[in-house]
């Protein structure tokens, strides 16, 4: 039971999070699909500089609970799989196929390479 509370309330945050990044980057007039790209590579960054940090902090007493609560409710609030699934499917009904390919490609890259330089900003 208090995994799931961890885990609630990690998403609750998260979730409010992005609603205000997306709503602060739309003023910007940037792209819904870039908003997206955004948001999801920040989130990447985050969970590679956490997984990094708690690694080395894995003796910490609470180091499970924060884990429930960072990377699995907070982060996977933030990030948005299934907004960046729903842009895909609006390029494709709009017959915007290498759109959607250029995308996918683009968001899957960034997200690795921000997951990882987030990751090995802590392990030099």
Do not use: P
């Not at 007039?29 to 989130?43: S, W």
């Not at 940090?53 to 409710?73: A, D, T």
């Amino acid at each position: 039971m208090v995994e799931i509370f961890f885990v609630s309330l990690g998403s609750i945050l998260g979730a409010n999070t992005r609603f205000e990044f997306h709503n602060k980057l739309e003023k910007c007039h940037l792209g819904k699909g870039f908003v997206i790209i955004v948001i999801n590579t920040f989130a990447s960054f985050l969970l590679g500089l956490f997984l990094s940090i708690i690694e080395k902090f894995s003796s910490f007493n609470y180091s499970h609970q924060l884990v429930l609560f960072f990377s699995i409710g907070f982060l996977g609030s933030l990030s948005t799989f299934s907004s960046f699934v729903y842009e895909l499917f609006d390029l494709c009904i709009q017959l915007k196929f290498l759109k959607a390919l250029k995308v996918s490609i683009s968001s899957v890259s960034l997200g690795i390479i921000s997951f990882a330089f987030g990751f090995l900003l802590v392990n030099q």
